[in-house]
């Protein structure tokens, strides 16, 4: 049932003001343009809404033709999680191969630069870093976007990385609060459980996240996690104990608190969007991610009608979402100030950023570079190579769209290489791939092969007919080294597959472990 209200109203002005939602096109719909001026105070850009930087520059001014200090946030974590480069691959290399490298001002360069161009674009609000300990490498949701499973190396890679960005005038939100690295579930599934105690939480899950805070960083995102050492009954998103009590009263945080999106089924499966947003506000978040599922007009209004029919029946204190909204304007306002930042000319290079760091100098295919790990060795390719994918389905937050791998960029080194894609449940892939291949050198390409047993089994029996096979390992490299030559990029982005074909190529020098 939709509520009555007057666009003019304060407590829908701030209803409105909460919402982070997201959108379809490539331009601003007309209902978007109607929210902002009715009080919308955000909004959100996925892939769907990206064609090239200049098409993302005109719709962020379009936006900002009607609400100047308009929050545009984006998901664009670098690595395999990217938004501007949804349908190329990313410019930089994800968290995990940052933190392999471990060179802090490396980290700060890559964020710099990655929030100069954000900036460009007018986006001023990234949800980045992940400040996960990625503590189970089972995990099916987080992996490569941790800098890591050491919490002093996550904890200070995290504050580098917020340093970096927000100096590009771009605000930093590290997630996901209190932390998602040892979960076995993906929250966008279902709810995942940590059953670890208080002191465990303190010293590992929770010491990045006080890094975060110490770095200054403008924006926490909350997970939608049960944690019964923190609060046996409710997720982190909806859990006044942990956004209000542990958040902002322990960790003493007094930034913007936004929620992951809504429509996971972690939440929306348990409470519903409607109920679950009027909890996470009344928890202590103050703002509501919602659009990466859900993008129409229709889902604001029912958050919108939601949060106001709560605080007229009593069950949301006005005061709480008064609070909520000002703190969402209070962020808006810090971004139109420091907007610009990262534009400059040489912004990017300047005091503390690592050489190399300026804008167009190629900073993320440095660390890329630096990033990759090298087992054996193998004679560089004389002739064109046969790439097989090993593939899996992708996580949410990675998504389908993104390419990943190493084939088109050995095509580009080695003229006439093909490639071909197998999953675990056709035919016997080792089979295929030789089949395929011909007398052509073998270059296996995969991500998480520890997590896939069928992967393990291929390789395996690859490795054993044809023992000069190349292996490529893009997740997080758990499994034994395989192959004569074993490369780790410790990530899938464009940059990490350009890294992993120069060796293999032969056009850059291969470290060996």
């Not at 003001?17 to 601003?28: H, K």
């Not at 949804?86 to 471990?102: I, K, M, Q």
């Not at 930034?255 to 409470?271: F, K, Q």
């Not at 040489?346 to 950023?353: L, P």
């Amino acid at each position: 049932m939709t509520t009555l209200t007057s666009a003019t109203d304060t407590v829908t002005r701030d209803a409105l003001a909460v919402l982070q939602p997201g959108f379809t096109g490539t331009t601003a719909p007309d209902w978007v343009l109607r929210r902002v001026d009715e009080g919308l105070a955000s909004v959100a850009l996925f892939g769907r809404n990206v064609q090239t930087p200049e098409q993302v520059t005109a719709l962020t001014a379009q936006l900002r033709a009607e609400r100047e200090d308009l929050l545009v946030a984006i998901d664009e974590e670098g690595g395999d999680v990217t938004r501007l480069e949804v349908r190329t691959g990313s410019s930089f290399p994800g968290n995990l191969a940052l933190g392999y490298v471990d060179d802090v001002d490396l980290t700060r360069a890559v964020a710099r630069e990655l929030g100069r161009r954000l900036a460009e674009c007018g986006v001023n609000l990234n949800w980045a870093p992940s400040a996960d300990v990625n503590s189970n490498p089972d995990n099916p949701i987080i992996g490569v976007r941790a800098f890591g499973a050491d919490t002093g190396l996550v904890a200070r890679h995290t504050a580098a990385y917020i340093e970096g960005l927000q100096a590009s005038g771009v605000a930093a939100c590290t997630k996901h609060f209190p932390g998602h690295g040892d979960t076995a579930i993906d929250s966008h599934h279902a709810m995942p459980r940590i059953d670890v105690d208080l002191e465990t939480l303190h010293a590992r899950e929770l010491v990045p996240f006080r890094a975060a805070i110490e770095a200054g960083s403008k924006c926490v995102m909350s997970a939608h996690i049960l944690l019964p050492a923190l609060d046996p009954d409710h997720p982190g998103t909806v859990s006044p104990r942990i956004l209000t009590g542990l958040l902002r009263e322990e960790l003493g945080y007094d930034g913007l608190i936004v929620t992951d999106a809504v429509e996971m089924r972690a939440i929306a499966g348990t409470y519903g969007i409607e109920r679950g947003s009027v909890l996470a506000i009344a928890a202590g978040a103050d703002a509501l991610c919602v659009g990466g599922g859900l993008e129409d007009d229709g889902t604001v209004l029912r958050l919108r009608d939601a949060l106001v029919a709560a605080v007229r029946a009593g069950e949301l204190a006005e005061e709480r979402l008064a609070d909520a909204a000002a703190r969402v304007r209070a962020l808006a306002s810090w971004a139109q100030k420091a907007g610009g930042a990262g534009s400059e000319p040489g912004a990017a290079a300047q005091e503390g950023t690592a050489p190399g760091a300026g804008a167009g100098s190629g900073i993320g295919l440095v660390a890329a570079r630096r990033a990759v790990r090298v087992t054996g060795s193998a004679e560089p390719l004389t002739g064109p190579a046969y790439v097989a994918s090993f593939t899996s389905a992708s996580n949410i937050a990675v998504g389908n769209e993104t390419p990943w791998g190493v084939a088109a960029e050995l095509d580009r080194l080695a003229p006439g290489t093909e490639s071909g894609v197998y999953g675990g449940d056709a035919e016997d892939p080792a089979d295929a791939v030789l089949r395929a291949a011909g007398e052509r050198r073998v270059v296996v390409v995969v991500r998480d092969a520890h997590r896939h047993a069928w992967m393990g089994r291929a390789l395996d029996a690859l490795v054993a007919r044809r023992p000069d096979t190349v292996v490529v390992e893009m997740g997080v490299p758990q499994a034994p080294a395989r192959g004569a030559l074993y490369i780790a990029t410790h990530g899938a982005a464009r940059v990490c597959g350009q890294a992993a074909a120069e060796i293999i190529a032969g056009a850059a020098g291969a470290r060996e472990d």
